[in-house]
């Protein structure tokens, strides 16, 4: 259930209903618009009586959410969320393009590509540590070295560093150096990761599992939502399909009806969604005419020697013309891409 | 196997190396790009000895082509094939928009929208005389008196026809009436039907089957050419998939796929590729970007009489809604999008 | 609609209310079940006034079928449809055996194989003489000196032919030929090729499509009753599906459900439902466990040098191997499997 | 790499071939078969030089494994792997018949259904106690009470529990009710879980997930065994499809190719795999013959009443009626069902 407050309502009286949320045994969440608040209602086994809040001061309605995701729903809210991550926004007018390599492979690697894509405008970095690998034998990443060396190499390029959290036991040692924390695809549906995110007060970029269908990812984000965490990115980055030629099936679809269904922004990864670097410029731009908030877009100084996903990574060189195109696409869409930081100084290229 | 002519060769060359062919016993296939001239050649059953022609006179090279696609590949012609209908194109500048009504249902119904589309710039009218239905129950069409209908209405707008062949008995019927044959994803495997518009040479627009993989699209495609009919386009519709919120799952990688691997131009139905008026519109703009010659849009004045697909189906006000974002949008890709006809006069209804 | 008729009515009744429904131009389909004969209405736009046919001599009652296939239905008939092939049955108590190399290849190998079956108590015999293959440039099958090869070989070893009908211009010939007319997973859409075979008086075998649901392979079989043939049996051979280590997903589950859903018999061909020879033993035992009226089974001398399919049939020993273990299992589901001719006989071999 | 030990090699061989393996840093794995030791090498990340083994005495061979699962693999073991579970085995001659509700939801409804299905024979009681579910507002399990009630109840009625272990958080937990551990479809890629699991000493069922490829579930046994659990047992319950009449695909071809590439027992879930419990009889038998070392079935006194999946468990009595058929069939293949405990006894309760 959702209790609508009116524009002006005095904090007092929200705090009032939330206190009446939980003397009833159920969890308020205060969902704030850019001019009213919403009070989203959890924890309910039943239907509550509307008439409980009805008539309390400041209320202007209250609804029921008949569909299964509440709290991410566009029902609670009308307007985009932003997600705020430092004085950087995600969801917002800026498209959001998170670029790096696969895995963390050394502190020189990572720091070679951060400066670089820092300087190409890029704010995002991102670089797996804790690898979630079909095979026990693969390289499973440099773990918290790798984590060391992201934090590192992020800090030194002024980027925002976005990591994979394999499981709960690494939870804690990831919030110390993640800006955003990813859930993969194959932990979209490990309920109790997403639990104990959801009591953390860090973004979280939730990642379609394999044959997830839309409802499914809108849910792995009410299991975030639910525990009070309200900062929710989802990410499309291919289904599961028959055709051999490409590694997943890019489902951009998804995109329209995610902004439709919830307020919270989704992103796109064309380079697990395709599985080969040279449709990863075309899907990009499409993903982001379709709606996306952003990207995220593997890159690496040296695709044939990488540890992991060679074979779907941009060359720098390519990256930095599929930035160029989108500086171009993006505002048709509403959205800006960051210039590169050299054409801020004296001589642009 | 292909023979490349060199760029200046004489009529009577070209003449001789396809005589050669003939003479083997195998099928000659003169190929033209914007400068040279390249010879494919099918019905071989092994490998023909690449020094029969290379001693031959304005021969560049000879190549064996290693895809189970010949004609229809890059290999054979590097340019896009741009598919000439009337005095406008399929695959070159312009974005070709092919509008209308899932069925013709009346004289008047398609009467009207044909000239509220060639009003809006469109030239291309869409309608279907024969339906494949799943159901032997449901509307099959207005048949030939339907061909007639699109036809009338097609005349009186300045627009050319494309619609569905269902058969091969229906045909040399829909010969006389279309500018552009239509195989539907149904008939995407039906090869006796493919072959038998090989013979013809009009163009054909081909429809991915629901679950065809896109080497299978193309191999539909080489039964047109293996027979001689060199005006393909291709379609993607969606795909067959697991989530009920769409109709079908739009494969939009498949568009610089086929680019990629095909000479042929490749235009998107995102009215059946989701099933959803509401994300035909960002869908369409994605496709455009994602390297799309063309789109395929359901048009109808009242979706909510519609006797066929009406929930996907775009109100006239929404279609040309869309019109205009894509002629912002195209031109980023290298596309145009014809003006509306009434905005080159005075009176703008 | 369905008019259901008294045990004991006159054929005189009868004939009065097919009558009644031709008068209102609709047409009327007499299925007869063990006891009592019920009448299918097709043809109607709209409901049909029940009052219409219930004051009529020996009507039972008038029933409306919500599903939308009617004839195909097990509404209009509880009793399983034995299809009648010569002596033999498709659908009764027999398991059909159907068995066969994919391609006749020659007149020699035809007949080998087919008195080497005939010899094990197969008594129906696959061979493609039309095959719809995804390249123009495969062999296309031997055609009609495929079918009197076919045809021969089945007259001499005492076997039913079952053959592709590719198109509706081979109709007629293969007609002549088989005695099962066998629509391929590439035609299970093409209505016109099943409204041709609906026209004749044959039974007919229609393989779902690579992506068909159970009620698309249902309506299939109503595009063909609804012509007036009611000799259909339905084939599962595998949906398309994401694991590489099969050539299709077997869907067994699809016998059960259609065994529920019509009255019509299912077979499985779990050669092509897997693409394994080695999977093809377990698989078939499976299928008449699910409950499966027959089977389709590519069995060839030498594999190795089939000109198609090779590596999904089996040798004449596993085959062998595979009928032994049918005829243990089988009684179990109360079907009987044909024993050897030899075994009738005083030494052979 | 696999060393592979002669029949009849002292005790002091074997461990020096493993001392040697761990001189090298690497991990051995004794796997041993009826007459003779296999010693699997994992932890090497390039290839061991075999003539480090082949000198030593009592090696027969040393094989490099060339598929990505190793210990899992058929290679290392050609004969079935037996699991012990007390007094009872999996993947031996007994068909393993797990049973039980979907959740537990009280102490007498578990009690009840123990002791009902202990009576029938059946020596494996499933029953969910932490239930991973798509909604945070779905019931979850009564969680500790709910393992309780469940050990209680087995022990009452002389059961093994199998019941899923949600996440790493509560797998100490589990560990003390359970003799099986149940890995559930959404934790089949939860790798951190299945280390955990791995470092355990007692057998673990792994179900397949949603769209897990063969290779993909051999892959997540793989990682229990690399941390030295060999006691696994694998589950095809479905896979995700198009076809909106089943819940999800029973791909029952999982049986033989499991059987094929691994010595692991493989059982089939046919309640979730189907959602229809109509079509769970037919599909258990189907199993069964496929190969099958058992089933898991949901049972449920009053399935209209169920907590979670109603519509898919078996009434008493029609599961009853499964296993008597069951009990017919089974031996066709080589196993057995356990008799009814009534049969054997004069009175018993």
Not at 169 to 181: K, Q, S
Not at 247 to 266: E, Q
């Amino acid at each position: 259930m959702i209790v609508l407050m009116k524009h002006d309502t005095a904090p007092g009286d929200i705090e009032k209903v939330m206190e009446k949320v939980r003397s009833l045994g159920f969890l308020p969440h205060a969902i704030s618009g850019s001019q009213s608040m919403t009070i989203g209602i959890t924890g309910n086994k039943s239907r509550i009586d509307t008439d409980l809040f009805m008539s309390m001061s400041g209320v202007e309605d209250v609804i029921q959410v008949s569909k299964p995701y509440k709290l991410v729903s566009r029902d609670i809210k009308r307007e985009d969320t932003v997600i705020q991550v430092g004085e950087d926004e995600v969801g917002g007018k800026d498209l959001t393009v998170i670029a790096g390599p696969c895995s963390v492979e050394s502190r020189s690697q990572i720091l070679e590509i951060a400066l670089m894509l820092s300087e190409m405008g890029v704010k995002f970095l991102r670089g797996g540590a804790y690898k979630p690998r079909t095979s026990p034998y693969s390289f499973q990443g440099l773990k918290e070295e790798g984590l060391e060396f992201l934090k590192e190499a992020a800090v030194a390029a002024g980027m925002h560093v976005i990591t994979e959290v394999k499981d709960t036991e690494t939870l804690p040692l990831v919030m110390r150096y993640a800006d955003i924390l990813q859930v993969g695809s194959r932990n979209m549906y490990n309920f109790s990761l997403l639990e104990r995110i959801g009591e953390q007060r860090k973004p979280v970029l939730i990642k379609r599992a394999f044959s997830a269908t839309i409802e499914e990812l809108l849910m792995a984000g009410e299991y975030v939502a639910a525990k009070g965490n309200y900062q929710i990115i989802f990410c499309e980055r291919g289904i599961r399909s028959f055709d051999p030629l490409t590694r997943n099936s890019l489902d951009l679809t998804a995109v329209p009806l995610v902004k439709k269904l919830s307020h919270f922004p989704i992103i796109v990864d064309p380079s697990h969604g395709t599985g080969a670097w040279d449709l990863v410029i075309p899907m990009s731009q499409a993903a982001v005419v379709a709606g996306a908030d952003g990207l995220m877009i593997e890159v690496h100084p040296d695709p044939s020697v990488a540890l992991s996903d060679g074979f779907q990574s941009l060359r720098p060189d390519k990256f930095k013309e599929l930035l160029e195109r989108l500086r171009v696409i993006s505002p048709i869409v509403g959205k800006t891409v960051r210039a590169p930081q050299s054409s801020t100084l004296v001589s642009n290229n």
